[in-house]
């Protein structure tokens, strides 16, 4: 596609629910990163994929939380029993192959847990 | 850890004013720096980069930046600013040696007087 797109744009969650936010990259685009944005604050590190390896996953806050890119292209995170502190926009973004690049943002999905 | 710190959280100017946002990371090695913007409702879009050569840095919409090595700095420049600069800025590394996570700094909100 011409953007990185991501779905829903907005999810509301009850606390406790399971939630999966989608991310689909620019078409060929190698790395796939996850970002979590609290309100006023820049983007945190979640993960990030090479193809479908998750090579570092060290910004993710719990082991509740969960990332997956079985095929190299979409990926998927999961947050499992959602809390309140989970509430945030969440940001993927794809860079492509090449040293001078730039990532791709997506629009984020922003996560109301209530 | 590498980490970015930006300096101002909230700047206001009139429209015509020069702007000037303060950017330093903490990392000994070769980097690449960023900057991105975020306009109200819209995703983040990158301004410009510096991946290497010429320090300062020219980008869309007349911003431009200045890496300074001795100083761990690079500043975000607009000698004349417009109320659609109206948004959210966000200076940003990546370490030169792994294509790996992108660090944001917390972000500066710029709001420009008609």
């Known amino acids: 596609g011409a953007g990185v797109s991501q779905s829903p744009r907005y999810k509301v969650a009850k606390r406790g629910q399971d939630v999966a936010l989608r991310c689909d990259p620019i078409s060929g685009h190698v790395s796939l990163f996850w970002y979590q944005q609290a309100l006023g604050q820049g983007p945190e590190f979640l993960t990030y994929f090479q193809n479908e390896a998750q090579l570092d996953k060290s910004g993710l806050p719990s082991d509740r939380f969960f990332a997956e890119r079985p095929e190299g292209s979409v990926s998927t995170l999961k947050i499992q029993r959602t809390q309140q502190e989970d509430s945030a926009v969440y940001l993927c973004?794809?860079?492509?192959?090449?040293?001078?690049?730039?990532?791709?943002f997506g629009q984020g999905t922003r996560l109301t847990v209530v | 850890a590498q980490s970015v710190s930006q300096h101002n959280h909230h700047v206001i100017l009139s429209e015509a004013a020069s702007l000037e946002l303060g950017c330093n990371y903490s990392?000994?090695?070769?980097?690449?720096l960023f900057w991105y913007v975020q306009y109200p409702g819209q995703h983040l879009q990158l301004l410009l980069k510096?991946?290497?050569?010429?320090?300062l840095v020219k980008g869309i919409k007349g911003f431009e930046a200045e890496f300074i090595k001795s100083k761990f700095s690079f500043n975000l420049r607009k000698p004349s600013v417009q109320w659609s600069d109206t948004a959210e800025y966000f200076c940003a590394v990546t370490v030169y040696s792994s294509a790996s996570k992108i660090i944001f700094g917390s972000g500066t909100r710029l709001s420009i007087r008609p």
């Open positions: 973004a794809s860079w492509g192959r090449g040293g001078d690049t730039e990532a791709f």
């Open positions: 510096y991946f290497s050569g010429d320090p």
């Open positions: 990392y000994g090695g070769t980097v690449n």
